[in-house]
């Protein structure tokens, strides 16, 4: 807790965080109907959730709310995301927080005893990185530090936004309505006990505001600009910028040069959606790896039978399957909850659904074609074992060699998400297992391409 | 050269090595018929290759021989190894050879320009480590020193073999008929100028054998023991030894637990008497991965006729397959030409050599029994994959967890060696179908054991 740590050492990192939770946030929601607006839900996790777990990322240890509006229902919320979570909060309750954020942050005095501490905003979403960045910042006696941001063209809603005018890496002036500026306010602060004696200044002159309360400190030049530019962060206070957060949350879902073309653009934009709704339902990764598992078996099972409605059918669901199959990590990098255990699992039985459709595909066929089966079935065979020998030799050579290997067509082209779609769309056309030997006879190029790469960039020894 | 390098620098590590190869080795060549002693093969490297090879890998770079006894055909033969393996070489002739290996040593005088330098004899096979640690030993000036071994047991030869006496770390005396001794003088010295000193000493005094110049210094205490015990080492003076140089070599080819028990039981006794021979012929290893995987693809084609006789010969071949599969490997590390895309191209080979044989019998059991070939198919088809996703399997654990599926008696019974076996020796009694389906059931047994270890020790997150 808070009040346990030791005082004073400004100059080491800092480990608790007091976040501001107090306000009334009217234009986030307006009519104050549903939960107060640190608990407010963002794709299955409060606000106050998401700003605890980045700040865990970064480092931080211990917890400090502000809170003030609505105090019974967010400190009950907040202390049951706490014990979930298993991490350490306190609270502090500011009678005056009507008054302004500055009122809200000077509440804080009462119980902070360490020499220097993070001050966030409970509805502002920032990168782990900006967290970092401004818990390390070395500071002095008497100053305190800002993260800003000078890209004006990225900044999201320019008029409400906080900016600040700089001087010599430091912040001269802070202000919502200056005409000249250089950066934006991100809402990250490091602050030492100085912050609350330009609060108790400001207050003194009757003005309630962080930002007044920071432009006492700034004036003596007391007030460190952290330069975070190009990392993301949102203040999430009105209605569009929710939407813009959930647009974002969802974009950063995507795994840019990792994913396939028929992820990146046939996939993704259907999982990403499922997943912004399945991130709000009780369902786990894993739950969601199994089912797509299901599906996949269940489609195959209908591939197997043959007829065309039947493939029509299996082909649907194969694909549905696929599409599912990226919802598992979606949904635990939305909620946080990504796990080497889930990665694992998905990973070994993504292998097993590609041997039912290839089996299946093949017992369709050869069922169809009896004279040929025996010629069939060893398609099907040196097909199947294509697909798993592309992710052998890619593993075998991430292990011998130390690095994955070079991005490559081949190497896209051979992925699991092309596979099942080119497979499903020759179930649709009629034509499965020419599609299927089409892409077993890639999946071999490509172990072939990895062999050779592999042989070229090994070293060789004297005698060879 | 020996003579560009920089004088007298006793602490620092050495990096010219002085080799002895001016004997005439009687005892090993009686008739002195074929190759002087230091060109006298052993597993299709000479005596002095190995030398200079152990020598490399502990980090020499430069030698000095001292020739004497057939000096031009010695010369000859170790400037041509020196040429392809590509490494510096300068001789210097001792004229008084027949007096003694003190007299050898002294020779060598005359090029040294070394502070210090490490002095070995041509006819010791020594492990790296030894030589590693003697270069690495600290002398001060008017030192030598000398790794020993305590372990009067493991000594070949005793009667042989050159005793010391130790006394506070340091050599007290040396001698081939001392009656109470300490250790057994491993024949590898890093020395600087002191040593010559001893041995003109000596030589004024008559005594012209490399121990007697050693005792000079050893009276006055300037003879340091590096304690290397439990580190093999031989001297190959006796066809005795010779025999057990090759032995041991032999003996040093298993893996050990790496090996399933159809390697070390079966294939290993017959690969390493196999690659003993291949190691002097000049066959690469790379030829040897290739014969094997021909070998095994001709099995297979056998295997796929069906008739008992061809089962017969396919199970022998692969059988025999299998077991050459050892050699590329075994003869790769005699020859010291292991090679990273030797072991590269062995591992991608293997998979399809796999996958021929599992096709092969598959076929041909479909062949017999059209009524069901349906289902023998799919069997054929999940053994197969079962095959290939515990290799997969097993090399993703390795990259997510960073190491290895620990040794159990799963993953030793789905290895490679003994699913050849299995279905060879299954073809033999006319059950190679049955043979394959059981390997794949324990394979796919296999793969589900590695995945829950990894469920089991992957980290799990909050929610699940």
Redesign the interface.
């Known amino acids: 807790m808070p009040s346990t740590s030791s005082p004073e050492r400004p100059s080491d990192e800092a480990t608790l965080a007091v976040i501001l939770a107090a306000g009334e946030g009217s234009r986030l929601i307006p009519h104050q109907a549903g939960p107060p607006k640190p608990a407010l839900p963002l794709l299955g996790l409060s606000l106050a959730e998401r700003t605890v777990l980045v700040c865990l990322k970064a480092g931080i240890q211990r917890f400090l709310f502000v809170v003030g509006h609505r105090e019974e229902e967010v400190r009950a919320h907040i202390a049951e995301m706490a014990a ?3 991490c350490v909060v306190d609270f502090v309750t500011a009678p005056d927080w009507q008054l302004g954020n500055g009122a809200s942050a000077l509440a804080a005095a009462a119980k902070v005893t360490d020499g220097s501490f993070l001050l966030l905003m409970v509805d502002h979403m920032v990168d782990p990185s900006v967290i970092q960045a401004v818990r390390q910042t070395r500071l002095g006696p008497g100053e305190i530090c800002l993260a800003v941001d000078r890209d004006k063209e990225q900044v999201f809603d320019l008029d409400d936004v906080t900016k600040v005018t700089l001087r010599n890496g430091r912040v001269a002036q802070l202000g919502k309505s200056l005409e000249r500026w250089d950066a934006a306010d991100m809402g990250v602060f490091r602050c030492t006990a100085a912050l609350f004696e330009g609060l108790r200044a400001a207050a003194a002159a009757g003005r309630h505001s962080l930002t007044d309360g920071v432009n006492q400190l700034a004036a003596g030049g007391g007030v460190i600009a952290v330069d975070m530019t190009g990392q993301a962060w949102l203040d999430i206070d009105t209605s569009q910028a929710y939407r813009e957060a959930t647009r974002r949350l969802r974009y950063s879902l995507a795994k840019g040069r990792e994913d396939g073309y028929i992820s990146t653009y046939l996939n993704r934009p259907i999982s990403t959606r499922l997943s912004v709704w399945l991130a709000t339902t009780p369902i ?1 990764p ?1 739950q969601i790896t199994l089912i797509s598992f299901l599906v996949s078996l269940i489609g195959a099972a209908f591939l197997a039978l043959g007829n065309f409605v039947a493939m029509v059918l299996g082909a649907l669901l194969v694909q549905l399957a696929s599409i599912v199959d990226g919802c598992d990590g979606e949904v ?1 990098r939305l ?11 998905d ?2 039985l993504d ?1 097993y659904s590609d ?1 039912a459709v ?2 299946a595909v ?2 369709a066929c ?2 169809q074609q009896a004279g040929l ?2 010629w069939i ?2 398609g ?3 097909a ?2 294509g697909f ?2 592309t ?3 890619t ?2 050579f ?3 060699h130390g690095h994955p290997y070079p991005d490559h067509f081949l190497v896209r082209l051979k992925k699991r998400d092309l596979r099942l779609f080119v497979i499903c769309t020759g179930a649709l056309c009629g034509h499965a297992f020419a599609a299927l030997l089409a892409m077993g006879a890639l999946s071999h190029a490509c ?1 072939f391409g990895i ?1 050779a790469m ?2 070229r960039i ?7």
Chains 1, 2 share one sequence.
Do not use: P
């Open positions: 979930r979570r298993g786990t894993n635990a909620k946080h909850l990504a796990s080497a255990r889930g990665a694992w699992l990973t070994i292998r041997m290839t089996l093949t017992s050869a069922g089966s025996g079935w060893a099907g065979f040196v199947g074992t798993l020998l992710s052998y030799a593993k075998e991430t292990l011998r172990v062999l592999g042989w090994s070293g060789k020894s004297a005698y060879e």
